[in-house]
């Protein structure tokens, strides 16, 4: 009998090792480690009889999700909370919803913003690829061509 309530049996081998999930997920294992302890997985991690935890690939799923999320900027408050409200079943699929529309909202204004700077530094490619071919690019960026006259207006 295993010392861990609820543990698989020891020979049981269709579980994923907290090594193959940190693989699957660019994750490392004390980030797995994290994520348990914080209560952002959508279920409690088995153990084998040996006190290893046993990952399923829905767990693989979810993380990898928790993943983009993450990257996205959603902080790890908000992926918790999201992660409450899937762990506690049908009923609050309109919260999840609102959660995941103002997540879409910040995202989408960040590209916006990023986009802007896209925009300022694509214009900067384009002025010194212009200086470079016309054999003008000397002095971009030395001491007094902030106050005189370039072709280009715009800061160099």
């Known amino acids: 009998m295993s010392e861990y ?9 269709s579980g994923l ?9 660019g994750l490392s294992v004390h980030a797995l ?5 914080e209560g952002l997985f959508l279920r409690e991690i088995p153990r084998t009889g040996g006190g290893r935890r046993s990952y399923e690939q829905a767990d ?7 993943g983009r999320l993450r990257v996205s900027g959603m902080p790890i408050a908000t992926i918790k909370k999201f992660a ?8 609050n699929e309109r919260d999840r919803l609102a959660l995941l529309q ?35 690019a000397a002095g971009l960026w030395s001491p007094g061509t902030l106050t005189s006259p370039r072709r280009d207006s715009s800061v160099q």
């Open 5 to 13: 309530p609820g543990a698989a049996p020891e020979g049981n081998t």
């Open 17 to 25: 090792s907290i090594g193959k999930v940190a693989e699957a997920t």
């Open 33 to 37: 480690r994290f994520f348990e302890r």
């Open 60 to 66: 693989v799923d979810w993380l990898l999700l928790c």
């Open 84 to 91: 409450a409200l899937v762990r506690s079943g049908p009923g």
């Open 102 to 136: 103002e997540h879409e909202r910040d995202v989408r204004a960040k590209i916006d913003d990023l986009n802007a700077c896209l925009e300022v530094v694509h214009g900067k490619v384009v002025t010194y690829e212009q200086h470079l071919r016309d054999g003008t």
